[in-house]
């Protein structure tokens, strides 16, 4: 089965580990998958006085790339023990309005930090929040990655293969519940 997979990472830096992450994934994304990074840092923070007005360009753009996805591949930084502003601010444009692309797209999480716990408070939260808008998260494997100067490059590439494995693991697992759920009535 082909699948169409929208890659969004949390983080604006440019030498950010977690679209470095993303870039690895479209690398080595198993057969049949093709992997899109979105942007999101033309993203207007969300007012619903610009909502009732029209979807800004930005907006309108990634949900129509979220729409056309079969699923998503969301990497996140964690910025005080949650999700960086720009990711909550994303979802919620994303979860408005009368068409809801997020709704019952499967979803895979990931994540790369310098410190020793690889993200797994802001992944905690991102679950919570995609479950909120009614996505369905993969549960398994998860990608916590922990001292993120060590596993890439300067470039940043991601260098440590066993981080390699574990992305590809979780790519062939999302897959899989893509298409079982696709599957599903």
């Known amino acids: 089965m082909a699948l169409k997979v929208l890659g969004i990472a949390g983080s604006l830096r440019k030498g950010s580990y977690n679209r470095a992450l993303l870039r690895a994934a479209v690398a080595i994304a198993p057969e049949g998958m093709t992997i899109e990074i979105a942007e999101i840092d033309g993203i207007p923070p969300f007012n619903e006085d610009v909502e009732k007005k029209g979807m800004p360009p930005a907006v309108a753009e990634l949900r129509r790339k979220v729409a056309s996805a079969g699923a998503l591949l969301i990497a996140t930084p964690e910025y005080n023990h949650s999700v960086p502003g720009v990711l909550k601010n994303a979802i919620d444009w994303l ?30 939260h991102l679950r919570d929040l995609v479950v909120a808008v009614n996505m369905p998260v993969l549960g398994q494997p998860e990608i916590l990655v922990t001292k993120a100067r060590e596993r890439f490059d300067e470039r940043p590439e991601l260098t440590d293969e066993s981080v390699r494995k574990r992305v590809r693991a979780l790519l062939e697992a999302l897959a899989g519940w893509a298409e079982a759920l696709a599957a599903r009535p």
């Open 95 to 124: 979860s408005r309005g009368d068409d809801q692309p997020l709704d019952r797209k499967p979803c895979a999480i990931m994540g790369a930090s310098t410190g020793l716990i690889g993200t797994a408070r802001a992944q905690a």
